[in-house]
């Protein structure tokens, strides 16, 4: 019944938002609060800015747009404004202190639920499948990946631990280092995903030619030896602005990575380890990304061979939700929800590979590929232009797959993310491809 829908609804919203607080407060939670006014990096916010840019959102979306609530705090709106105030600047700003920046959390937090216990989550477009519920869960995740980012930039001891993710298990290779994925045409977006967001609309069909695809990322191991070949030093594997951008920065290697002792050495989360050859490489741009794959005579995949590669079953013609099928990634099929402080080994999660058999196309690693963020033919910006319209264009990168850090409710074959070709900040890592010859492909 309609009752029943709405429960099950409200209780899958209601579970959404509490898994989302839970983790702001943990990663806000570990820290001295001297720790969460600091900026750790000019790349990133304060934390406590994430803090109550997180409430801020809520409170004007559920509470005063599905609520129709006056405000509660007109007065910081234009604080917690992410167009109005670049990250570097934020620290300086009148921001909450941490106890009200969580008190504000909290009292949001208290008029969310009994919006959401009223709702009818049908109708208008922001409630209907209780779309606005969903969007302020997944934004509050995108900023707790955010916060882990900062956790990652910030000096001094760990604050955060976690067991290491699982190693491929026994027999589960050795894997083909690529698979073919045969031309034809597959669904890309989604009309019928009911928290999809903007971006991810509308579905429509994509002619896509046969095209290679690595089974799993690229390795630590692999990547070091494009570093030892002398691949930052040879203009002939990089773009013209990569080239320009590698020079004028004296980049050598990934984010965080020290040459010493003879050996690569990283810092993890205030840890500092020996790079693990068998993990992704990850905290590189997408100018070192491309560089490595033309290096390796391949290329980036496009981001529609990227979703076909992740969705498409041939030998069903189906689209499906995620590489195994529909149903939502549990621990045994993908390195997701911050249960593990850095990407598994290439070739885990055998339970989480595609029908043609590519690894770890959710989780772990964000995958940048070759394609600018660019809007679907018939796209319309819902609920809000600043959410995706105004960074469609040139200067933004596609990253698909989400990756350790990102929670499931922000995990799916169609999700899409973007960021700056330079960035190497964020958890990214890619995996490469290549077009066959005629002979090959058919
Ligand atoms: C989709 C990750 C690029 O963090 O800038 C957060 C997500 N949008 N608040 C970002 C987002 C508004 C966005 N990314
Ligand atoms: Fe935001």
Same mark, same amino acid.
């Given at each position: 019944t309609a009752d029943q829908g709405r429960a099950e609804l409200r209780a899958h919203a209601h579970d959404a938002l509490t898994r989302a607080r839970t983790r702001t407060l943990a990663l806000s939670d570990c820290v001295e609060d001297a720790e969460l006014t600091a900026q750790h990096?000019? !790349?990133?916010?304060? !934390?406590?800015?994430?803090?109550?840019?997180? &409430?801020n959102q809520e409170e004007q979306w559920l509470l005063r747009a599905v609520g129709g609530e006056a405000p509660l705090r007109p007065e910081i709106d234009s604080l917690y404004d992410a167009f109005e105030h670049p990250r570097a600047e934020r620290p300086a700003l009148p921001l909450l202190p941490p106890d009200e920046a969580r008190s504000y959390l909290a009292k949001v937090r208290g008029h969310a639920f009994r919006v959401l216990e009223r709702a009818e989550l049908a109708g208008r477009p922001?409630?209907?499948? &209780?779309?606005?519920?969903g969007m302020i869960a997944q934004h509050e995740q995108q900023h707790a990946e955010t916060m882990l980012i900062t956790h990652q930039l910030r000096r001094g001891p760990a604050a955060l631990s976690a067991p290491p993710p699982p190693a491929p298990p026994d &027999?589960? &290779?050795?894997?083909?280092?690529e698979v073919l994925v045969p031309a034809g045409p597959f669904t890309m977006g989604t009309d019928d995903d009911p928290w999809a967001l903007d971006n991810e609309r509308p579905a429509h069909r994509r002619e896509v030619p046969a095209f290679c695809i690595d089974t799993v990322p690229v390795s630590n191991a692999a990547y070091l030896r494009f570093v030892e070949n002398g691949g930052y030093a040879d203009r002939r594997w990089w773009s013209a602005a990569g080239w320009d951008h590698v020079r004028r920065n004296g980049l050598r290697a990934p984010l965080f990575w020290r040459r010493e002792h003879g050996g690569w050495w990283r810092r993890r989360f205030g840890v500092r380890e020996p790079v693990p050859e068998a993990a992704p490489v990850m905290h590189v741009s997408w100018y070192e990304a491309d560089a490595y794959a033309r290096w390796a005579g391949r290329r980036l995949p496009t981001e529609a061979e990227w979703e076909k590669a992740a969705r498409h079953d041939p030998g069903t013609g189906r689209d499906l939700r995620f590489p195994w099928g529909e149903a939502e990634p549990g621990a045994d099929r993908a390195n997701l929800g911050q249960r593990h402080l850095g990407p598994a080994p290439v070739g885990a999660y055998p339970q989480g590979a595609s029908p043609l058999g590519v690894r770890q196309l959710m989780g772990d690693v964000w995958e940048w590929t070759s394609s600018d963020f660019a809007a679907y033919p018939g796209f319309t910006a819902f609920p809000y232009r600043e959410y995706s319209e105004v960074f469609f264009g040139p200067s933004y990168k596609v990253l698909r797959g989400g990756c350790f850090g990102t929670d499931p409710v922000v995990a799916?074959?169609?999700?899409?993310?973007?960021?700056?070709?330079?960035?190497?900040?964020?958890?990214?890592?890619?995996r490469t491809a290549r077009t066959p010859a005629p002979e090959e492909a058919a």
């Open positions: 990096s000019p !790349l990133m916010s304060p !934390l406590v800015w994430d803090m109550a840019h997180i &409430g922001l409630e209907a499948d &209780g779309f606005a519920f &027999g589960s &290779g050795p894997l083909s280092s799916r074959a169609t999700f899409r993310n973007w960021d700056h070709p330079v960035r190497r900040q964020i958890f990214a890592g890619f």
